[in-house]
Antibody, heavy 117, light 110 residues
Framework: QVKLQQWGAGLLKPSETLSLTCTVY????????WNWIRQAPGMGLEWIGE???????FYNPSLKSRLTISVDTSSNHVSLTLSSVTAADTAIYYC???????????WGRGTLVTVSS | NFMLTQPPSVSESPGKTVTISCTRS????????VQWYQQRPGSFPTTVIY?????PSGVPDRFSGSIDSSSNSASLTISELKTEDEADYYC?????????FGGGTKLTVL
């Protein structure tokens, strides 16, 4: 069974850099796109971006200038970095696997990141 | 970039049927598959429909999906509503470089 375990800092000040990591346990790491998705409190889902095992990335245009998603295939890690955060970046951040049928089939439990001075 | 527009909320009684729409702002709804996710409070989303109308294993056949090219929209229909169906529902699709979620629809079963 595939399991996605996330970790990272949950409280940031404005202008700091958000860093989260998602480790994939079980199943194959290569051959899939690994995604980050966020959900602000009381709001809907927002796609952040994705990466595959070769490092090919696609980013949400609205976040692209501040966003880096990277992969470490030796440890099955997928990392998210978002610079210059503001209160608008406060959200639950999920990592999720995109499967061959175009849907997100495995999700991490989510990490609440709060940006506050 | 395109957008997916859903009604903010719908409500219906147990045992009835409800349909949630998802309209694509540009580009054909038929050009890329549509997925539907259910999200209960405090939990991550789970897939109820993928590839427009397919159901993942374990999702009851009370859930069905369709697309309508004339209105450039997708629909999720839930029949024989149960109180446990009360949740937020999100449609999702993509193009060559982006994945897009609809704004979500809160389903109330009362």
């Amino acid at each position: 069974q595939v399991k996605l375990q996330q970790w990272g800092a949950g409280l940031l000040k404005p202008s700091e850099t958000l860093s989260l990591t998602c480790t994939v346990y079980g199943g194959s790491f290569s051959g899939y796109y690994w995604n980050w998705i966020r959900q602000a409190p009381g709001m809907g889902l927002e796609w952040i971006g994705e990466i595959n095992h070769s490092g090919n990335t696609f980013y949400n245009p609205s976040l692209k200038s501040r966003l880096t998603i990277s992969v470490d295939t030796s440890s099955n890690h997928v990392s998210l970095t978002l610079s210059s955060v503001t209160a608008a970046d406060t959200a639950i951040y999920y990592c999720a696997r995109l499967n061959y049928n175009y849907y997100f089939d495995f999700w991490g439990r989510g990490t609440l990141v709060t940006v506050s001075s | 970039n395109f957008m997916l527009t859903q009604p903010p909320s719908v409500s219906e009684s147990p045992g009835k049927t409800v349909t949630i729409s998802c309209t694509r702002s540009s580009g054909s709804i038929a050009s890329n598959y549509v997925q539907w996710y259910q999200q209960r409070p405090g939990s991550f989303p789970t897939t109820v429909i993928y590839e427009d109308y397919q159901r993942p294993s374990g999702v009851p056949d009370r859930f069905s999906g369709s697309i309508d090219s004339s209105s450039n929209s997708a629909s999720l229909t839930i029949s024989e509503l149960k109180t446990e169906d009360e949740a937020d529902y999100y449609c999702q699709s993509y193009d060559a470089t982006n994945r897009v979620f609809g704004g979500g629809t809160k389903l109330t079963v009362l």
